[in-house]
């Protein structure tokens, strides 16, 4: 079972507001990723948690701020965003390598988020 | 040169029709390919990982030219539900979690 699961799937808010996305998975992947997509564009990457840590932050504003609690959970903490900011925000993980030493990434169904 | 290039299409298709993407990838010292769909509004689907040798999965090939560095992906018999873009997507070397996306090649498999 390759299962990842967003919550919510819609999210409105204004740009004063304070809000939480968040990603669990239970398939005892040790990596988990956000990607920020906009249409008819491929998923930006965002932040990468390894091993509950955080690896990778691309250049990311903090008005977006990541937290992973435990392995199988990641929350994005969304603070005075903008509306530039409105896109579908997919979060990820990824397994052990496979035999032949390949990470495969699985995708959740993403958060539509609308800033106003 | 961008890092991954794919034909944007559309592709049209009839059903049942053989159909035949490719992709290009410039850095030659890259290791893993993959193969994602995307459904309007949904998020990518893993279709396939590409093997050195190249794989199939049951209507689904992928293939992998190092010398020439691209990624093909065939489809057989195409079916209204393969209507999708399909996004080629390769790994950073020497990084196990970034991934290079291309712009993705869109398919309508039409009745």
């Known amino acids: 079972d390759t299962e990842v699961t967003q919550t919510p799937k819609h999210l409105v808010m204004g740009m004063t507001n304070k809000k939480s996305l968040k990603c669990e998975q239970h398939?005892?992947?040790?990596?988990m990723y956000w990607y920020k997509q906009k249409a008819k564009k491929p998923p930006e990457l965002m932040f990468v948690y390894s091993y509950e840590k955080l690896s990778i932050n691309e250049s990311v504003p903090s008005r977006f701020s990541p937290e992973c609690p435990n392995s199988s959970l990641l929350n994005l903490h969304l603070h005075a965003l903008q509306p530039e900011d409105s896109a579908l925000y997919l979060c990820?993980?990824?397994?052990?390598?496979?035999?032949?030493?390949?990470?495969?990434?699985?995708f959740g169904p993403g958060t539509r988020l609308t800033v106003t | 040169r961008k890092e991954v290039e794919q034909d944007p299409g559309p592709f049209n298709v009839p059903e049942g029709a053989t159909v035949a993407f490719n992709c290009t990838y410039s850095?030659?010292?890259?290791?893993?390919f993959f193969w994602y769909r995307q459904d309007c509004r949904k998020e990518p689907k893993l279709l396939m990982s590409v093997y050195s040798s190249g794989n199939e999965d049951g209507r689904f090939t992928a293939q992998l030219n190092r010398a020439s560095q691209y990624i093909s992906l065939l489809i057989r018999d195409s079916k209204l539900s393969d209507s999708a873009t399909y996004l080629c997507?390769?790994?950073?070397?020497?990084?196990?979690?970034?991934?290079?996306w291309g712009l993705g090649t869109s398919l309508a498999v039409n009745p």
């Open positions: 398939m005892g992947h040790r990596a």
């Open positions: 990820a993980s990824s397994s052990h390598p496979s035999r032949t030493g390949i990470y495969e990434q699985y």
């Open positions: 997507v390769v790994r950073v070397p020497g990084n196990n979690r970034k991934l290079i």
């Open positions: 850095n030659s010292a890259s290791q893993s």
